[in-house]
């Protein structure tokens, strides 16, 4: 009903102007038929306006001359949308302000996907291996950023796999579950773990997948064994690990032999205390390997010594 209303006063006070600038309504004409016209004019105009502003509208409306009407500018419509509806990809420098400075306007944000032309393919994913539990390395390449030919450089070992239940309201619900470790046997490792409702194989997929997620660097003294030893608990597992001479292999524990293989330590003798499940011992042995060593320059500087004294006090080889 408001804007019946404001269409049709709009309409009133256009038709005026275009009367009054052709006919020029003022006190001095006084022909009978420019007089019933301003009646009528009038008489309208008291159906929808005031007294005191049909006054103003009058003197506004003689105020203007034929020449004002004949050279005016025609009526501008304005548009309050985007004017182009149909083609979201673009920006238009009036209706969209974007709110970073970084915000390229001659691109869309979001790339426009392109159909392929005919005679070309794209390049096929990657896989880790041919088997049931091989992995897509092209997608965990786009994920991680790391190169295809770096991720086919790491090995994998299963350390835990196993059929575990899950008493629901549903009933006993199955499931497989598996971890595994992923190095490259030059101080990079990563564990990870994976579950599969029906095949043994995804849940070691998985599991190998987790582990390139979660990639962690180990420090090694020349690149063989750890830094000093390290007494380290997490839950109820407590380790004990110790540096030891070259040559002397790896005595330990067998889920920290497969972790110290896959992050290239190849000399270390450890103990394994109170609880030794094998999920827990595989997280202390990460977390032990990678956060609680401290190194020759740590030693050092906190002495106020040489690395080289430092290295024939502490690792006397």
Same mark, same amino acid.
């Given at each position: 009903?408001?804007?019946?209303?404001?269409?049709?006063?709009?309409?009133?006070?256009?038709?005026?102007?275009?009367?009054?600038?052709?006919?020029?309504?003022?006190?001095?004409?006084?022909?009978?038929?420019?007089?019933?016209?301003?009646?009528?004019?009038?008489?309208?105009?008291?159906?929808?306006?005031?007294?005191?502003?049909?006054?103003?509208?009058?003197?506004?409306?003689?105020?203007?001359?034929?020449?004002?009407?004949?050279?005016?500018?025609?009526?501008?419509? @304005?548009? /309050? $949308?985007? #004017?182009?509806?149909?083609?979201? =990809?673009?920006?238009?420098? +009036?209706?969209?302000?974007?709110?970073?400075?970084?915000?390229?306007?001659?691109?869309?944000?979001?790339?426009?996907?392109?159909?392929?032309?005919?005679?070309?393919?794209?390049?096929?994913?990657?896989?880790?291996?041919?088997?049931?539990?091989?992995?897509?390395?092209?997608?965990?390449?786009?994920?991680?950023?790391?190169?295809?030919?770096?991720?086919?450089?790491?090995?994998?070992?299963?350390?835990?796999?196993?059929?575990?239940?899950?008493?629901?309201?549903?009933?006993?619900?199955?499931?497989?579950?598996?971890?595994?470790?992923?190095?490259?046997?030059?101080?990079?490792?990563?564990?990870?773990?994976?579950?599969?409702?029906?095949?043994?194989?995804?849940?070691?997929?998985?599991?190998?997948?987790?582990?390139?997620?979660?990639?962690?660097?180990?420090?090694?003294?020349?690149?063989? @064994?750890? /830094? $000093?030893? #390290?007494?380290?608990?997490?839950? =109820?597992?407590?380790?004990? +690990?110790?540096?030891?001479?070259?040559?002397?292999?790896?005595?330990?524990?067998?889920?920290?032999?497969?972790?110290?293989?896959?992050?290239?330590?190849?000399?270390?003798?450890?103990?394994?205390?109170?609880?030794?499940?094998?999920?827990?011992?595989?997280?202390?042995?990460?977390?032990?390997?990678?956060?609680?060593?401290?190194?020759?320059?740590?030693?050092?500087?906190?002495?106020?010594?040489?690395?080289?004294?430092?290295?024939?006090?502490?690792?006397?080889?």
């Amino acid at each position: 009903m408001l804007n019946t209303t404001k269409s049709i006063n709009a309409s009133l006070y256009t038709s005026s102007l275009k009367l009054l600038a052709s006919k020029r309504f003022n006190s001095s004409v006084s022909s009978s038929n420019t007089k019933k016209e301003r009646d009528e004019h009038v008489k309208k105009l008291k159906q929808y306006y005031p007294p005191s502003l049909i006054k103003s509208i009058l003197a506004a409306e003689a105020s203007i001359s034929p020449e004002q009407w004949a050279d005016r500018k025609p009526n501008q419509t @304005t548009e /309050f $949308g985007p #004017i182009y509806t149909d083609d979201y =990809a673009k920006y238009h420098p +009036l209706y969209d302000f974007p709110k970073h400075e970084w915000l390229d306007k001659s691109k869309p944000w979001q790339p426009i996907p392109q159909r392929l032309p005919p005679g070309v393919a794209l390049i096929p994913d990657e896989y880790s291996s041919k088997s049931a539990s091989n992995i897509n390395l092209s997608k965990l390449e786009q994920l991680t950023g790391l190169s295809v030919e770096f991720l086919k450089t790491l090995t994998a070992k299963p350390l835990i796999r196993k059929r575990v239940v899950n008493m629901t309201r549903k009933g006993k619900q199955p499931s497989f579950y598996a971890l595994a470790v992923v190095g490259n046997r030059d101080g990079l490792v990563g564990l990870g773990e994976g579950r599969d409702s029906s095949q043994p194989s995804l849940a070691i997929a998985r599991a190998h997948w987790n582990a390139i997620k979660n990639l962690r660097h180990i420090p090694r003294f020349e690149d063989r @064994t750890i /830094f $000093g030893n #390290i007494d380290h608990k997490s839950g =109820a597992v407590v380790l004990n +690990l110790r540096a030891s001479t070259p040559g002397s292999g790896l005595r330990v524990n067998h889920i920290i032999y497969e972790i110290c293989k896959a992050a290239g330590i190849k000399d270390l003798v450890g103990n394994v205390y109170r609880s030794r499940n094998p999920m827990n011992v595989a997280k202390a042995a990460v977390e032990a390997l990678s956060e609680k060593q401290v190194s020759i320059d740590e030693i050092a500087a906190s002495r106020g010594k040489k690395i080289v004294d430092v290295t024939n006090t502490y690792y006397n080889f």
